[in-house]
């Protein structure tokens, strides 16, 4: 099913005419409308399992608890809209003495319009109609227009009626969340002159092509963009000595996680030469199951890319995982001096459970190889407690968003304080894609000088500061109560 232009036009109408009303709508009202949605998706989780399930092969009870993670967030960010200090108000008295003389102002965020949220193939609920971009945008009161995924249009047609029928009932506006169909509508609902920012997670290459068409436009807009990342790992000499088979069983378990279809995949893992890191993993990773993957193309492109990686001169094959139906689990190892050499090469993300081992001699190899790597969502460090490591955080800082210290990156929690981003091609810009601060991609700052109360917005007006947290002539004030 393809959405036309002149469906795409009517859909975007309607979630413009919605605009105003979740633009006005009071925190405790926005708050409900989030809150009913999650509801509603909680009521019809046994029908969309079960349709999830039968589009990606994912299983049920990862696909229940995708669920509860996309209730979740909603929840998360029906929390954050009460809250209140996601709006950054902010305000400077007048000072006549001050040269030169200084105005009242008084400043917020607020929201953009209508937001285009693009559907991930790997996680069909909480990067998809109702996941992470969706509830951000709609907390940050924005109607939001959905272009499915096509890996799974019957779930996504079924997610957003739900969800439509839902935020309807709570009392938003018709027009709230809408779904369009086929790489043409989505083309179009970037390029749509109504439409303020787009979200999206997938490929480098078709977020890059979209994040052209969202700059190419006359009036450029905002496009946050998940792409491709490696989340490199760094095991430290000291830390293979002490416990390599524990590392190792960690690394099998988190590359083959979901087949190796985790954003956070750890797909290039440094470890030193000579200290038996590849022959525990080898033997760890011989008794893994891989699976099913989500498309025919994803299944088409693993072996490819893993053959690529394979065919460089370093590069060797040291394991697979254990036979199965779908996608064999498979070690690949090379050296940093390769890396170094040919990271276009070597360092291209296969999507699927692979990973490269790169073995080093010492610290400044190490170190070389790591600025190699393209920018990631995370990069993860196991050391010992008696080991210097603080250059090799700061390398590690440098190509990543989040740095974990003796875990492993698959799984992201939905908190306050959690980024999802990092350089490219991790993401198109310095914003979170989880977590509360994900909201700042879709609001816009304004200042108002010298206004009457009766025309500020009402969050910046002396009554609502009272309540809510804000700056007042640079100091933090926070309501108590």
Request: glycine share 10%.
């Amino acid at each position: 099913m393809t959405t036309t232009p002149d469906q795409l036009d009517e859909i975007v109408a309607r979630a413009r005419t919605a605009f105003p009303a979740w633009r006005d709508a009071d925190a405790a009202t926005r708050a409900r409308w989030l809150r009913a949605l999650a509801d509603a998706l909680d009521a019809a989780a046994d029908e969309l399992v079960e349709i999830a399930d039968r589009e990606t092969r994912l299983g049920g009870t990862r696909l229940r608890g995708e669920v509860a993670r996309t209730t979740g967030q909603l929840r998360l960010f029906a929390g954050v809209v009460e809250e209140g200090s996601y709006l950054e108000l902010t305000v400077d008295d007048a000072d006549p003495s001050a040269t030169p003389p200084r105005p009242e102002l008084r400043r917020l965020l607020v929201p953009l319009g209508v937001v285009a949220v693009f559907s991930a193939s790997n996680f069909p609920f909480a990067f998809s109609v109702c996941g992470g971009d969706t509830a951000s945008a709609l907390a940050a009161g924005n109607p939001v227009v959905v272009k499915a995924h096509s890996g799974h249009p019957e779930l996504s047609r079924r997610t957003a009626q739900i969800a439509a029928a839902a935020l309807e009932a709570a009392g938003a506006p018709s027009g709230s969340l809408a779904l369009v169909e086929g790489r043409a509508a989505g083309n179009a609902l970037v390029v749509h002159p109504a439409v303020r920012a787009a979200g999206f997670t997938g490929s480098v290459a078709g977020g890059r092509a979209l994040f052209d068409l969202a700059s190419g436009r006359p009036d450029p807009i905002p496009f946050y963009g998940e792409l491709g990342s490696l989340n490199p790992v760094v095991v430290t000499r000291g830390a293979a000595a002490a416990r390599r088979e524990e590392l190792a069983a960690g690394l099998v378990g988190s590359f083959t996680l979901g087949s190796g279809q985790f954003c956070t995949k750890p797909g290039v893992v440094f470890v030193p030469r000579g200290a038996g890191f590849e022959d525990a993993v080898a033997a760890q990773v011989a008794d893994a199951h891989g699976g099913p993957l989500l498309t025919d193309r994803i299944t088409e492109a693993f072996p490819e890319g893993v053959d690529r990686l394979a065919a460089d001169p370093s590069a060797t094959v040291i394991a697979h995982g254990a036979a199965s139906d779908g996608a064999r689990p498979v070690v690949i190892a090379t050296d940093a001096a390769a890396i170094a050499e040919r990271p276009d090469v070597l360092l291209e993300e296969v999507f699927g459970p692979a990973t490269l081992l790169v073995a080093y001699d010492d610290e400044e190899q190490l170190l070389r190889a790591i600025a190699a790597v393209p920018g990631s969502l995370t990069a993860t460090l196991h050391a010992e407690e008696d080991e210097e490591v603080d250059a090799l955080v700061d390398a590690l800082t440098a190509v990543a968003g989040r740095v974990l210290f003796a875990g492993w990156p698959t799984g992201v929690a939905v908190t306050w304080s959690q980024h999802h981003g990092g350089p490219w091609p991790a993401t198109t810009s310095l914003h979170t894609s989880v977590g509360a601060t994900a909201i700042r991609r879709f609001l816009r700052p304004v200042a108002y000088q010298d206004a009457p109360q009766r025309l500020l917005p009402a969050p910046l007006r002396d009554e609502a500061l009272a309540r809510l947290p804000h700056r007042r002539n640079g100091g933090l004030v926070v309501p108590r109560g």
